[in-house]
């Protein structure tokens, strides 16, 4: 998420995730704007091994900063300890609790969460929760929380529905100062274990992966925009 960013031209944004296990899940993002810009991201983890590709296509407009690859539409693919490359784990590993759900929004956070009561999402019943600026939990103006600028989290609201079977967040109300934004699941399905090939990654013909042993290793062999 980048709240500086304009999204308000993006076509599709899909975001998938499977999860096989506390040790086992896939992430894959994809964003579009036909036909000159497409971004793809994935991150699998299966115990102790990992893997993280990108692919980024835009015209030259759409460029930032001088790195060759930030636009050249190639696929790269890096493989190394899951300690170092799951990176998409404190973002999306699946919440074992309600208690883990407000409990991420505690000390430190700016801001605070309560049970608002219960609601159906797709069928599914789920706890609506509550999240409210604490001011008197924020670090100084300017600082970030969380990759997020602070003055973008004290100036916000939001509401989650949290599937109580799994504890999933299958709906997310952010309010502003400048809109309302939401995001939904719009699939689940819950007692079916994905394939074991789901949790590897297998490049495509002419596509090497490239062995690294720690996040900045992969930084640089990835390129921009995960730098």
């Known amino acids: ?27 894959e993002y994809r964003s ?12 699998v983890v299966n115990g102790d091994e990992a893997w993280l590709y990108l692919q980024n296509r835009c015209g030259p407009e759409n460029r930032t900063g001088d790195d060759p690859r930030w636009c050249d539409g190639r696929l790269r693919a890096v493989h190394g300890p899951s300690s170092e490359l799951g990176v998409a784990g404190d973002s999306f590993a699946r919440p074992g609790s309600l208690g883990a759900v407000i409990g991420a929004y505690g000390p430190g956070s700016c801001r605070s969460a309560h049970l608002q009561g219960e609601d ?9 929760v509550a999240i409210t600026p604490d001011a008197d939990n924020c670090p100084p103006r300017g600082e970030y929380e969380q990759g997020i600028r602070i003055e973008s989290v004290r100036d916000t609201s939001e509401t989650l529905w949290v599937d109580k079977e799994t504890f999933l967040i299958l709906k997310d109300e952010s309010k502003q100062r400048e809109g309302v934004g939401t995001s939904s699941v719009s699939q689940i399905e819950v007692g079916t274990e994905p394939p074991d090939s789901t949790f590897t990654y297998e490049a495509s013909q002419g596509i090497k992966i490239q062995e690294v042993s720690d996040i900045n290793e992969a930084k640089e062999a990835l ?3 995960l730098r």
């Open 223 to 225: 390129g921009p925009p």
């Open 120 to 128: 159906v999402v797709l069928g599914r019943t789920t706890y609506v």
């Open 32 to 43: 579009s704007r036909e036909p000159d810009w497409s971004y793809l991201y994935g991150n």
């Open 1 to 27: 998420f980048e709240p500086d960013r304009d999204y308000s031209e993006v076509t599709e944004i899909v975001t998938e995730i499977w999860y096989g296990g506390p040790e086992r899940y896939r992430l």
